[in-house]
């Protein structure tokens, strides 16, 4: 995995990352100095449950309210976990998809969103996804 296409701010986004892959691509990101942070969804995996587990893992600060508004602020905030970049590993989200898939919809289109405020400011925002979703692209092979 070259360090080259982390640190393409145009080609970050919000990817489905094989298992296989994710090892290498940690190392990549730590090597470029970027932050890296890991959410493990576990069960229930209600729309409530998904956004709170992600606010502790993130470390998003008190403010953060457990809605997808407050999702994409703290994620598009400059003062959140400042860095030359940022590769997010979020698992288990796949009960979300099966139990609330309208809600998994928008929580996708927030990382999207998020990533798309990014990368206009010119910073590496990846957000790697352990299972395929609709109209989300698996990370290639660099």
Excluded at 24 to 29: F, R, W
Excluded at 106 to 116: H, P, R, T, Y
Aim: with cysteine.
């Amino acid at each position: 995995m070259s360090d080259n296409l982390l640190t393409n701010a145009d080609e970050s986004g919000v990817y489905h990352l094989v298992t296989s892959r994710r090892t290498s691509i940690e190392s990549a990101a730590l090597h470029a100095k970027f932050c890296v942070l890991k959410a493990d969804i576990t069960r229930p995996a209600t729309t409530d449950a998904v956004l709170r587990q992600l606010g502790s893992a993130l470390n998003f600060p008190s403010w953060y309210g457990d809605n997808f508004d407050a999702l994409h602020d703290c994620l598009t905030d400059p003062d959140w976990a400042p860095a030359k970049g940022h590769v997010l590993f979020i698992n288990g989200l796949a009960g979300l998809r099966a139990s609330a898939p309208d809600d998994f919809a928008i929580l996708i289109d927030v990382f999207q969103s998020a990533a798309e405020t990014r990368r206009a400011k010119h910073t590496p925002f990846w957000v790697l996804l352990d299972a395929p979703a609709r109209g989300i692209q698996t990370l290639a092979e660099a």
